[in-house]
């Protein structure tokens, strides 16, 4: 069975931390890229990030609004890509998911998770 399965999210206080992850199962991310989104209520959904596949040299990208802050990783072995994100703000509330690409490149996701719940608030 092909799936995405993303992890790490909960409550958080601003300035906080997580460490979100997304697992792929039924296929291999080697030479796909990963991107993650975020949707927050009554928002369209928009691109957080995404990292190429290791042809791509694994090239990373980053919306304006979490640069500096968040931080995108993979680890091929574990078919893994992680997305840690660092001074959380209340507008990084959200729900993120996992999508992969069907190419190395930053576009054309086939592939997405479930998604899982970011909440920043004190």
């Known amino acids: 069975q092909v799936q995405l399965v993303e992890s790490g999210g909960g409550l958080v206080q601003p300035g906080g931390s997580l460490r979100l992850s997304c697992v792929a199962s039924g296929f291999t991310l080697d030479y796909r890229a990963i991107g993650w989104f975020r949707q927050a209520p009554g928002k369209e959904r928009e691109g957080v990030s995404c990292?190429?596949?290791?042809?791509?040299?694994?090239?990373?990208y980053y919306a304006d609004s979490v640069k500096g802050r968040f931080t995108i990783s993979r680890d091929n072995a574990k078919n893994t890509v992680y997305l840690q994100m660092n001074s959380l703000k209340p507008e990084d509330t959200a729900v993120y998911y996992c999508a992969a690409a069907r190419s190395g490149w930053c576009t054309d996701y086939d592939y997405w998770g479930q998604g899982t719940q970011v909440t920043v608030s004190s």
């Open positions: 990292i190429r596949d290791n042809v791509g040299t694994g090239s990373t």
